[in-house]
């Protein structure tokens, strides 16, 4: 299978703590996208990589959270003094040069901040 | 800034029904995309619909780039128990200095055996 995954599926940490959580696209996909996604809602865009440089991030990306894709390939978020407020689901998803819009996710990772 | 609005936000569907539900916007999109997500799963990309009036289907799904490209809809005929998730509606904002894709809120679609 060559779609998207992510580890862990799951983590559950202690507020203040530091977290990392890794994405490895789709082989051929240049781009890779960060979204996080609450209790029934839409996934919200965070940041967006194009090869290995970050292109784009959201407001929502305060300075605790940052984001590495160093050789254009997997990437990872990470997530300094973690808060309750961030628990939610991570997603991450790749798509192509021939078809950017199409993203395709992975199975996520739900963070529980206690 | 650009927002999608989905209807129904939830639906209870007997199995073998037909279903159909859309997507609106107060803007233009260019590009309607349509997701499922499962309890628990990061959403699957079912349909991209990349001109006004373009009517696609994947199997029993088909959905429809609205003509005042303010719109799409998706309809699902004779469901099934697996068609049991949240439909997302997704779209590239022209917003931002590159097409970030943002996604409506979803509708919840249960079905009834």
């Known amino acids: 299978d060559t779609g998207v995954s992510q580890d862990p599926r799951h983590k559950i940490t202690k507020r203040g703590q530091n977290v990392t959580f890794r994405c490895d696209p789709i082989s051929e996909h240049n781009r890779l996208y960060w979204y996080r996604q609450t209790l029934g809602q839409g996934p919200e865009f965070l940041t967006y990589?194009?090869?290995?440089?970050?292109?784009?991030k959201s407001r929502l990306l305060s300075d605790r959270f940052s984001a590495e894709r160093p050789k254009g390939s997997f990437s990872t978020l990470e997530i300094q003094r973690t808060e309750q407020g961030d628990s939610a689901m991570y997603l991450c998803?790749?798509?192509?040069?021939?078809?950017?819009?199409?993203?395709?996710f992975g199975p996520g990772t739900r963070l529980t901040v206690t | 800034g650009q927002q999608l609005n989905q209807s129904p936000q939830s639906m209870f569907i007997q199995e073998g029904e037909d279903v159909s539900m859309n997507c609106t916007s107060s803007s233009i999109f260019n590009t309607w995309l349509w997701y499922k997500q499962d309890p628990g799963e990061g959403p699957v990309l079912l349909i991209a619909l990349y001109k006004a009036g373009e009517l696609t289907s994947n199997g029993r799904l088909t959905a429809q780039f609205g003509i005042t490209r303010k719109d799409s809809f998706l309809n699902i005929s004779a469901s099934i128990p697996s068609d049991v998730g949240i439909y997302f509606c997704?779209?590239?904002?022209?917003?931002?200095?590159?097409?970030?894709?943002?996604f409506g809120p979803g509708t919840s679609l249960s079905v009834i055996p």
């Open positions: 990589f194009q090869n290995e440089a970050q292109l784009e």
């Open positions: 998803a790749s798509s192509s040069r021939g078809s950017i819009y199409e993203q395709y």
């Open positions: 997704a779209g590239p904002t022209t917003k931002t200095s590159y097409d970030k894709v943002i």
